[in-house]
């Protein structure tokens, strides 16, 4: 174990496992100090595991979150222990723990971070290597000098503490350089693999060690031609400005999927994953605006209206929870009597407002939760859903660019709500099948509802608020903007795919604004065709089908 420094050991044992030469492979003392430890702060801040046990996990088990797992990795540990010298085991463990950015042990986190061999690297680099185990992608220098920073300065009070270092060498370690290499290129996919990643330990209990490093073979739905398209289009999003972290704003998300079994193509969550781990597509609740109409009137369709029925666009008073509100149209303009057809070319607020009053709220509401808005919140006295949310888009929690996306599945491919997934089958590294996804569809409105919202909403791209989003082919979707331009939507289709494309400021109610005025439905609309025009090659797609007759 010559070629790894003696202090990274010591940093390593000090930081992971104080006892780890004077226990045999399970520390009950470290075990209770962790626990007492936890319980005065109120949320885990130590782990009991010892080096030993970390080692069992990472390369016997598939780590459930269970009692039951937490023996077996206890029983493997005394084994390891029985069968191998401490440094046998502080070697393995060195050179397979994950350490961030596709690093799997030190010598390879040395060259990914530093550019050079382990043995060439400083104290302070060593403490930072250590003091990575407890959380990769959180104390990465790439991502958050400044996490890495607080971490190094943990790592040396532990030294201290543990290691014998002296507070004299400890400040002097501290000042020595931290050479780091340029951040890595982008990855491309980060926002589907770390998604991905996250699912898989959520549904399984299985650790980023072992779905990276396990042998797992795992079979995605992405399509890497569609995912590049995807980070180059959101790429193009004009900048405002920078936040306190540097990040450009405001930032965006493109999620596409197949509509009739809901496999995901495309999964981003911002322009740079590196930059911004922060998954917007599937972690950002924001406000729908116009984006919200289709399911009143979708909802309208179930109930026996067509989309030639009549409503006035004039301006009307609506009396909600003991007060009186009088929505506006976008344009100030109001058209008359106008069809529901119309109604939803234009986004006319007075009509929506007006049908979802009719309905009933409770009515467009369980529709939009069938269809897939299960994070919707009702709003009003006594709970009760509000009206004016459900019919512009004001919810009392948001939904996230994905959920949206996922509960137009219905809208594109004939009536059924569809589940959406990220991997076809798992095969462990003896090549069995250990999960597989198969699509499942649940019929929430009908055939007919289903091609008279699509009808309609061909119009809205063909002449209503996303003419933007016109592209080489039939095209169906709805744009929608909050009225602070916090948020921009659109979400659209055709036969063979479904995207939703978010644009918006982190800091959720500051308006986007550019040197050339503000962004809204219009620059989503935009990316979306931009993005569909590359992803679906369109001199080789099919024409759309017929859809029987359907607006922002």
């Not at 931290?178 to 898989?200: E, H, T």
């Not at 795992?218 to 890497?224: A, Y």
């Not at 309609?456 to 903007?481: H, L, N, S």
């Amino acid at each position: 174990m010559t070629e790894i420094p003696l202090f990274l050991r010591q940093a390593v044992i000090a930081t992971e496992d104080a006892r780890f030469y004077r226990h045999h492979g399970i520390d009950l003392r470290g075990l209770a100090r962790a626990f007492f430890h936890n319980l005065r702060a109120g949320r885990i801040e130590q782990g009991g595991s010892t080096i030993t046990q970390q080692l069992a996990k990472i390369t016997f088990l598939t780590p459930e979150r269970t009692i039951w797992r937490k023996i077996a990795d206890m029983a493997y540990a005394v084994r390891l222990e029985r069968r191998y010298s401490k440094d046998e085991i502080l070697r393995f463990y060195l050179n397979q723990i994950y350490l961030g950015h596709g690093a799997f042990g030190m010598e390879a986190a040395a060259q990914t971070y530093f550019g050079r061999h382990v043995w060439e690297i400083n104290h302070k680099e060593a403490m930072l290597l250590a003091g990575l185990i407890r959380g990769p992608e959180r104390y990465s220098p790439f991502r958050n000098k400044q996490a890495a920073a607080e971490r190094i300065q943990t790592v040396a009070e532990l030294m201290q503490r543990y290691g014998g270092l002296t507070e004299e060498e400890s400040q002097r370690f501290l000042r020595e350089p931290l050479r780091l290499l340029p951040a890595p290129g982008r990855l491309q996919g980060g926002y589907f693999v770390a998604q991905l990643i996250a699912d898989l330990r959520t549904r399984f209990g299985w650790s980023e060690e072992f779905i990276r490093r396990g042998g797992l073979e795992i079979w995605t739905t992405m399509d890497l031609k569609m995912q590049r398209a995807a980070e180059e289009t959101i790429r193009l999003l004009p900048i405002g400005y920078r936040d306190a972290e540097g990040i450009p704003q405001p930032e965006g998300a493109i999620v596409a999927m197949e509509p009739n079994e809901g496999a995901v193509r495309v999964l981003v969550g911002g322009r740079d994953h590196l930059l911004t781990p922060l998954n917007r597509a599937t972690r950002a609740h924001r406000q729908p605006g116009s984006a919200i109409k289709p399911f009143a009137y979708a909802a309208a369709l179930e109930a026996g209206f067509s989309p030639e029925t009549i409503y006035p666009d004039e301006p009307t008073v609506f009396w909600i929870d003991g007060r009186t509100w009088q929505p506006r149209n976008y344009d100030d303009i109001y058209r008359g009597p106008i069809t529901l057809r119309e109604a939803l070319v234009y986004s006319v607020n007075v009509v929506a407002a007006s049908l979802v009053r009719d309905l009933g709220p409770r009515r467009v509401f369980e529709l939009a939760r069938r269809m897939g808005l299960e994070s919707l919140v009702p709003s009003g006295k006594r709970n009760d859903v509000g009206l004016a949310p459900l019919a512009l888009g004001g919810l009392t929690r948001g939904v996230t660019p994905f959920e949206l996306t996922a509960a137009y599945a219905a809208f594109a491919n004939g009536g059924f709500r569809v589940r959406p997934f990220l991997f076809t089958r798992i095969l462990d590294r003896r090549g069995r099948v250990i999960a597989a996804e198969t699509p499942r569809r649940e019929r929430v409105i009908t055939p007919r509802t289903a091609a008279l919202m699509t009808e309609m909403m061909q119009g809205v791209v063909e002449r209503g608020t996303g003419v933007r989003a016109r592209i080489d082919r039939p095209a169906a979707g709805k744009t929608g903007t909050t009225s602070d331009y916090s948020d921009g939507w659109f979400i659209g289709y055709t036969p063979e795919l479904l995207a939703g494309v978010w644009i918006g400021n982190d800091q959720s109610n500051r308006p986007m604004k550019t040197a050339e005025g503000y962004l809204g439905s219009g620059t989503a609309a935009s990316l979306w065709a931009a993005f569909m025009n590359r992803a679906l090659n369109l001199e080789s797609a099919s024409p759309a089908p017929p859809q029987e007759s359907p607006s922002r």
